[in-house]
């Protein structure tokens, strides 16, 4: 049996032990092959390239980050994965974890870079 990780946030925990192999697009690596499979929001901006966010919607770093993409008006997807539920919550956390390994949120991923944590700096460089 694998291990076990459980991410903690206020009164959520999410399970990142996920074993179901996830299929990708190689022009956009993070995200399913499937549009009709994507659960994921898509928010409106200047187009810098694929930048999608994996967040908690319960984490005050994930909505820092939410609001510098939104300030900066770029076009981005965002994903709760704490609100996903079976195969779209086990699809998500495959995908995290192949970016971060430690399952950490928020997780942004811009075009081929992966960026943990709310980090203002490095996000406002991989946007330019």
């Known amino acids: 049996m694998g291990r076990l990780f459980v991410v903690v946030t206020y009164q959520k925990v999410v399970p990142s032990a996920i074993l179901l192999a996830v299929v990708l697009q190689p022009d956009r690596p993070f995200l399913p092959r499937k549009e009709s499979e994507v659960s994921f929001t898509h928010v409106d901006g200047r187009d810098v390239g694929p930048v999608m966010l994996y967040a908690l919607s319960t984490c005050v770093w ?64 991989a946007l330019k």
Not at 107 to 114: A, G, N, P, S
């Open 62 to 125: 994930c909505r820092k980050t939410r609001n510098l993409l939104e300030e900066l008006g770029v076009a981005y997807d965002y994903e709760y994965v704490d609100l996903l539920v079976g195969p779209e919550r086990t699809e998500a956390m495959n995908t995290v974890r192949k970016w971060n390994a430690a399952c950490s949120f928020p997780t942004l991923i811009v075009k081929d870079k992966c960026i943990v944590g709310f980090m203002e700096d490095q996000i406002r460089e």
